[in-house]
């Protein structure tokens, strides 16, 4: 009976591990193909292997340059999101104030709307200020749904952390932010680290934003890959090259921070 159940269990996990690996592996090996044996022929590897798909990517001011933009921006964002989601997280889980309740709620919705809805404020007030086609821009968009959501996360990890302790450090002497930076923050670097992963995921992979408050000089390669079409046609090998390569830090993200998104799962909060 057991041994049945067992059986069931691992070709359940078989079948789902195929099933999410099968498309990376699909991009993967379009990426070392020319656009001729793709279009041409199905193989499970590539027949005629070539690096010129990469050698693009890393060649082409357009390409890398699109790499680049995307880490300026996402790295500003995640900074600024948990520099200010910290103390207001900290506010939640520790004081009791008139309306908390539905300004927790206010911050949440606003993670809930699509981000089309906030894409005409955007546009026209930073077509005023001059922040169109900047980095800025673009972290700053991006606040408005990353902030909330760090929000959450960091409250409930927060709560999770005895009142006591804040009250001990107060006792021993330490200000405020002595006792935040070197004592609460170590305490919750589980709930850091799974705020950093969710921002940084939403701003690498976010498009319509990315997209409509740029144009050159800040165009992320989300966008860059939504433009391949050329004179001769879509540029399938390069465009997946550009895919695994955008893989690539989410995955790095992810393998410092695992244990952290599995602790968060633990705690019920994300």
């Not at 195929?18 to 193989?43: C, D, H, R």
């Not at 606040?143 to 959450?152: E, I, Q, R």
């Amino acid at each position: 009976m057991h041994e049945n159940r067992f059986h069931k269990r691992v070709v359940f996990l078989l079948l789902y591990l195929l099933f999410a690996i099968l498309p990376v592996y699909w991009m993967v090996n379009m990426s070392f193909k020319t656009n001729e044996e793709i279009l041409g022929t199905f193989s499970l590897w590539p027949n005629a292997f070539t690096w010129n798909n990469y050698k693009v990517i890393f060649t082409d001011v357009s390409w890398y340059s699109g790499y680049i933009n995307s880490l300026i921006y996402v790295v500003i964002n995640t900074v600024v999101s948990l520099l200010v989601a910290l103390p207001a997280a900290y506010a939640f889980s520790r004081y009791s104030f008139l309306g908390d309740k539905h300004v927790f709620f206010w911050l949440l919705t606003n993670r809930m709307t699509p981000p089309a809805v906030f894409l005409l404020p955007f546009f026209q007030l930073y077509t005023t200020l001059g922040l169109m086609d900047t980095h800025i821009a673009v972290a700053l968009a991006h606040l408005v749904f990353n902030v909330p959501l760090a929000v959450w996360i960091l409250e409930g990890f927060m709560s999770g952390v005895p009142r006591e302790i804040d009250e001990t450090a107060y006792i021993d002497g330490y200000s405020f932010p002595r006792f935040f930076l070197t004592i609460f923050i170590p305490l919750i670097k589980a709930g850091v680290g799974v705020a950093a992963f969710f921002c940084f995921m939403f701003s690498w992979v976010e498009l319509l934003m990315a997209r409509t408050l740029t144009s050159v000089n800040a165009k992320p390669i989300v966008a860059t890959m939504t433009r391949t079409v050329s004179a001769s046609g879509m540029d399938w090998g390069v465009l997946a090259a550009a895919g695994v390569l955008t893989i690539v830090p989410g995955a790095i993200v992810i393998w410092f921070v695992r244990n952290y998104i599995a602790k968060g799962f633990a705690m019920g909060r994300v």
